[in-house]
């Protein structure tokens, strides 16, 4: 294949540009209309029936009705609308269907037959790899009295009368964990030791819970997101626990509710978003545009100014969502990168007080995690991708390769390189995503002629796809998300622009470009690992400006003579 005409990406980045800022608001967020949350959904009609049900019946009845209609062919349900059927939210959503409705209603016994019918085909809930998520699905199953549903496995609310423990084991799920543990407190026969037990747990857990509450502004939002709201809802509901959060949360799914009668999977993603969009608009060149000043300033007024105990995480991060969210190394990394873009950066003392944050986060073994440092549980923490962008993130922010966190992050890195050259990425689609991610900060550190860089160029270049495109290594289809990663990391690790597997990969990237100038979004965000995935189309725009913008600057140095940094393939 020919070298891509530089003035044709130049041209798709443009467009691009402009499409991104079509979504900026007068506050500096950017901001998209995500599909509904069929687990969303199911969540908060169950937790309203139970915390209110003549008060929500019309909203409840609205939400059942979404989910008939929602409900797939083959008789089950994806995680958001259009998905194809999945196994955790068609448990969820059928049990729910039963809960709230009932029998007799030939309408709703005919989708919770199919839908029980369609679990039983995946295997039951016992097909559910994460523990944790298996024991809610069976905890909706039996709320539902379906003769088939395993008993639930008891979750030992004692642990949080361990802090250290339940941060390491429970870590960001402790909201849901509580909520759940309450509502088999008040539903699951309890013997004498039990209940004595439980009765020292609860005074903690509600006080975990009001930590929460308190740290949100007394929202009700338990992270902006309704399923693990609605899971703490039903669960105090049910056992008879703080009426006043019970209020306060199906507040908040009353207010979270779409006009169409569902629920999304998170209702907030305002920073998220913002965060790609702006190191996707600093990489294409529009750093000093005026635009993004009012960017600048939402990330200056949303930065945490209060630590929160709940993960024993100090303030100077940022959430996905606003001011008052769960602190983020994602997000937080981001953010970062982005405010050290624009102009000024070297003055900017919130800049200077989220490096410092992120690597006052980084885990004793040199990577980062979610949510809470040194976590042991698997959907946290550690994960290379998010490892990889804190070296970016701090490299961009002034760092230097040789600096010891950035020192420590790349030797952990060293040790997280799967057998075939791959890196995980916990909350994206593995495994391309992780591994573009990691090579691009080991390129950045001056490492592409490494042998663990080598190993993930090479494992990179197989999973290109002979379209072009870049997937996740297997037979899917490639996807702009993972196409965008893949080009920007083997460019960082030196292939030149005039790569034949670059302009294939960057051909199907403009080819890619709908008309208005955006691109097509792949359900890859993680929802529920190896489960349940979502689409976030404007990180999908982010970096596919971010990719074509570096391509479109290798051509530029080639023209000029300009050596590319990193290693020739």
């Known amino acids: ?62 939400g059942a009705a979404w989910l008939r209609a929602a409900q797939r062919p083959d008789g089950g349900w994806g995680g958001v609308l259009g998905a194809d059927s999945e196994v955790v939210p068609t448990a969820v959503a059928a049990a729910a269907l039963r809960v709230v409705a009932g029998t007799g209603d030939a309408e709703t016994d005919a989708a919770v037959a199919a839908g029980q019918r369609r679990l039983a085909e995946f295997g039951g809930v016992a097909a559910v790899t994460d523990r944790a998520v298996a024991v809610l699905c069976q905890q909706f199953q039996a709320l539902a009295g379906f003769p088939e549903a395993p008993a639930p496995r008891r979750l030992p609310l004692e642990l949080v009368l361990f ?40 005074p903690a857990a509600l006080r975990l819970l009001e930590a929460i509450h308190e740290h949100e502004g007394r929202t009700g939002a338990f992270s902006e997101d309704p399923w693990p709201a609605a899971l703490v809802c039903l669960g105090l509901a049910r056992a008879g626990e703080a009426p006043h959060l019970v209020e306060a949360i199906a507040g908040f799914l009353r207010r979270a509710v779409r006009p169409d009668g569902a ?23 529009y750093a000093a545009d005026p635009r993004l000043a009012a960017t600048r300033e939402l990330f200056h007024r949303t930065q945490q100014r209060n630590p929160f105990p709940v993960f024993d995480c100090p303030a100077g991060g940022w959430s996905f969502s606003g001011a008052d969210g769960w602190p983020v190394t994602l997000e937080s990394a981001e953010i970062v990168a982005g405010l050290a873009g624009l102009p000024g950066a070297a003055d900017d003392p919130v800049l200077r007080r989220g490096v410092g944050w992120l690597t ?10 979610l949510w809470v440092r040194d976590t042991k549980l698997a959907n946290d923490g550690p994960c290379p991708a998010i490892t990889a962008q804190g070296v970016v993130a701090l490299l961009d922010a002034g760092h230097t390769p040789d600096s010891p966190p950035v020192a420590r992050a790349v030797e952990w890195l060293r040790t997280a390189q799967r057998p075939d050259g791959s890196y995980e990425n916990l909350w994206y689609r593995d495994h391309t995503s992780g591994t573009a991610t990691v090579l691009d900060a080991l390129a950045r550190a001056g490492l592409a002629g490494d042998p663990v860089a080598v190993r993930a160029r090479d494992r990179l270049l197989a999973a290109q796809r002979d379209d072009g495109s870049f997937g996740p290594g297997d037979d899917r289809p490639g996807s702009v998300e993972e196409t965008a990663w893949a080009v920007h990391a083997l460019l960082a690790a030196g292939l030149p622009a005039d790569d034949e597997r670059i302009s294939r990969g960057v051909g199907w990237l403009l080819d890619a470009q709908l008309p208005d100038g955006s691109w097509p979004a792949t359900r890859l965000c993680v929802y529920i690992r190896h489960h349940m ?11 596919a400006l971010r990719a074509l913008a570096a391509h479109r600057s290798a051509a530029t140095r080639a023209a000029h003579g300009t050596p590319t940094p990193g290693a020739r393939a």
């Open 533 to 543: 995935h979502y689409p976030n189309s404007i990180i999908t725009r982010g970096l």
């Open 163 to 202: 802090d250290g423990v339940r941060r390491d084991r429970i870590s960001f799920r402790t909201a849901p964990f509580i909520g759940i543990a309450l509502l088999q407190g008040a539903t699951m026969p309890t013997g004498a030791l039990r209940r004595a037990t439980l009765k020292l747990a609860r």
């Open 360 to 369: 006052e986060r980084q885990d004793t073994r040199g990577s980062w995690s």
């Open 263 to 285: 629920w999304d999977a998170v209702t907030n993603l305002d920073l998220t978003k913002s965060a790609f969009a702006l190191t996707g608009l600093v990489a294409a060149g």
């Open 1 to 62: 294949m020919p070298p891509v005409p530089v003035d044709r990406v130049a041209a798709a980045v443009a467009a691009g540009a402009e499409e991104l800022f079509g979504h900026q608001r007068p506050d500096g967020a950017f901001t998209d209309h995500p599909p509904a949350s069929v687990l969303g959904t199911a969540g908060a009609i169950t937790a309203l029936h139970a915390a209110d049900p003549a008060g929500s019946a019309e909203l409840v009845r609205g």
